[in-house]
């Protein structure tokens, strides 16, 4: 079946250092990829998503490209800032039938110190 | 995009007692979808609901612990029944926007069982 595997955390980071997360995902066919991600105390937020080879989604500073020889869609931000410490989701979305269904990754928590 | 309300935000219950919870879209969507996610955990979907027929469910999760209620195309309420602490969780909706393959969350309901 479909999975995605994200980078172990917590990742630790200072401000506007550069900032990689890795995905990896396992699935048949050419499904959809996301990245959401979820601040302190509040609840999923899209950040960006891709869904064909080679597309690059973008938002708030943070890439990904979707890597169809790699299976991977690994987020990327420049420069960060304390503001972005949340957990970070990576994740595949197919269609079965009528459903659209969301395979998560574990999430990686990231902290960016001042 | 969607937007997506969830009530109540939080809540702390004693167990054996069951709570209801309630989910509204600003938009009329065909599917809806209830997540589970345990402290620390990772979003594990619950079932998928549409309106005008039973809820799906997924391995694990059954009707008579969280029964569903879809009555018309921007609302539903999952049901938490006979609560236990192993169902302190933060439970989410979600729904796929129209026209694209894009799921929206709200913003959680953090339950919390004594």
């Known amino acids: 079946g479909d999975s995605v595997t994200q980078m172990e955390g917590p990742v630790t980071l200072s401000e506007e250092a550069f900032l990689t997360i890795n995905c990896t995902y396992t699935?048949?066919?050419?499904?959809?990829l996301f990245w959401y991600v979820q601040y302190p105390g509040e609840g999923l937020q899209l950040l960006l998503k891709a869904t064909k080879a080679d597309d690059k989604g973008s938002n708030k500073g943070f890439e990904a490209t979707y890597r169809k020889e790699t299976t991977s869609f690994h987020l990327e931000k420049g420069s960060v800032q304390v503001s972005d410490s949340a957990v970070y989701f990576c994740?595949?979305?197919?269609?079965?039938?009528?459903?659209?269904?969301?395979?998560f990754g574990s999430g990686t928590q990231l902290t960016v110190l001042p | 995009s969607a937007v997506i309300s969830q009530k109540p935000s939080r809540d702390i219950c004693q167990r054996g007692t069951s709570l209801t919870i309630q989910c509204q879209v600003d938009s009329q969507v065909t599917m809806m979808f209830w997540y589970r996610q345990q402290p620390g955990q990772s979003l594990t979907l619950i079932a998928t609901?549409?309106?005008?027929?039973?809820?799906?469910?997924e391995s694990g999760f059954v009707i008579d612990k969280f029964p569903i209620s879809r009555p018309n195309l921007t609302f539903s309420t999952l049901t938490v029944s006979n609560m236990s602490p192993e169902d302190s969780s933060i439970y989410l909706c979600s729904v796929v926007a129209p026209s694209t393959d894009t799921q929206y969350f709200g913003p959680g309901t953090r339950l919390t069982v004594l």
């Open positions: 609901a549409n309106q005008g027929s039973e809820a799906t469910y």
């Open positions: 699935a048949t066919g050419y499904p959809s």
């Open positions: 994740a595949l979305s197919r269609s079965s039938g009528s459903a659209r269904q969301l395979t």
